[in-house]
């Protein structure tokens, strides 16, 4: 009898030291956890903020380094991703949110990544902007130019500008730049219409007909030019309202 006492002691001692030992360990990992989760936080806002500086300050004056640009916003977007998951807890841990240390910890992470993924869709516009953008630069670059022209060379301008339209229908156009491509269409549709007019005015010599449909070339191209400088005007907005982000999440200083 004294045996079976001695046996039930020692395990109820090795049961207690258990779940001692089970108990330091949680209490030493869930530590080590919440740590980390700080950690984790601190080390991916210093790496994009670092991303995020480098890239705004690259120069875009050529094509090349336009591109260059372009190419690494995406990948900051692409990076932004690991903040979907910022401010997840482990399950074994998640029962702690009850006490205070854990919910300013946890407020603390949702506020941040609230931050970064309002600056990921602001990013997002205005990287799809530019590709399109980009693209329809290129187009309207290959145009043939507004000034004075010899007769010879009506047709091989009307030819140009028919080129140009056919072009245009490759270029994307989400939301943001549609209306901008719809009414560079318009203008270049316009400028045809002038050159077909000057062609056949000009074939029957109708001096009057010719007169006008110069001064509607003429007019068209203002026209494009003044949605070149609207399409400015609105890449300039997005890039202001992504610099307002980037501030206000601290990745950039005034």
Request: hydrophobic letters at 40%; charged letters at 25%; aromatic letters at 8%.
């Given at each position: 009898?004294?045996?079976?006492?001695?046996?039930?002691?020692?395990?109820?001692?090795?049961?207690t030291?258990?779940?001692?030992?089970?108990?330091?360990?949680?209490?030493?990992?869930?530590?080590?956890?919440?740590?980390?989760?700080?950690?984790?936080?601190?080390?991916?806002?210093?790496?994009?903020?670092?991303?995020?500086?480098?890239?705004?300050?690259?120069?875009?004056?050529?094509k090349?380094q336009?591109?260059?640009?372009?190419?690494?916003?995406?990948?900051?977007?692409?990076?932004?991703?690991?903040?979907?998951?910022?401010?997840?807890?482990?399950?074994?841990?998640?029962?702690?949110?009850?006490?205070?240390?854990?919910?300013?910890?946890?407020?603390?992470?949702?506020?941040?990544?609230?931050?970064?993924?309002?600056?990921?869709?602001?990013?997002?516009?205005?990287?799809?902007?530019?590709?399109?953008?980009?693209?329809?630069?290129?187009?309207?670059?290959?145009?043939?130019?507004?000034?004075?022209?010899?007769e010879?060379?009506?047709?091989?301008?009307?030819?140009?500008?028919?080129?140009?339209?056919?072009?245009?229908?490759?270029?994307?156009?989400?939301?943001?730049?549609?209306?901008?491509?719809?009414?560079?269409?318009?203008?270049?549709?316009?400028i045809?219409?002038?050159?077909?007019?000057?062609?056949?005015?000009?074939?029957?010599k109708?001096?009057?007909?010719?007169?006008?449909?110069?001064?509607?070339?003429?007019?068209?191209?203002?026209?494009?030019?003044?949605?070149?400088?609207?399409?400015?005007?609105?890449?300039?907005?997005?890039?202001?309202?992504?610099?307002?982000?980037?501030?206000?999440?601290?990745?950039?200083?005034e």
């Amino acid at each position: 009898m004294k045996i079976l006492n001695n046996r039930k002691a020692i395990f109820m001692v090795g049961g207690t030291v258990l779940l001692l030992l089970g108990a330091g360990g949680y209490t030493w990992w869930s530590v080590a956890y919440w740590n980390s989760y700080n950690t984790r936080q601190q080390t991916l806002q210093q790496t994009t903020t670092r991303h995020v500086d480098t890239t705004i300050k690259l120069k875009a004056e050529t094509k090349e380094q336009r591109v260059e640009k372009i190419n690494a916003l995406k990948g900051i977007v692409s990076e932004l991703s690991a903040y979907d998951s910022l401010c997840d807890i482990n399950g074994s841990v998640s029962w702690q949110q009850i006490f205070g240390d854990v919910k300013q910890r946890e407020a603390a992470c949702k506020e941040t990544q609230t931050q970064f993924l309002a600056f990921r869709h602001q990013l997002d516009l205005i990287v799809r902007y530019l590709e399109e953008e980009h693209q329809l630069s290129e187009v309207l670059a290959a145009a043939p130019d507004g000034g004075e022209v010899a007769e010879g060379d009506f047709e091989k301008k009307l030819k140009g500008w028919k080129t140009i339209k056919t072009a245009l229908n490759d270029v994307k156009d989400d939301a943001e730049l549609a209306s901008v491509k719809q009414k560079t269409q318009e203008s270049v549709d316009s400028i045809i219409n002038a050159w077909q007019d000057v062609i056949t005015s000009h074939k029957a010599k109708d001096k009057q007909k010719y007169l006008q449909a110069v001064k509607s070339l003429a007019t068209a191209h203002d026209t494009l030019n003044s949605i070149v400088k609207a399409d400015e005007e609105k890449l300039y907005a997005l890039t202001s309202a992504l610099s307002d982000v980037a501030i206000k999440t601290n990745l950039i200083k005034e």
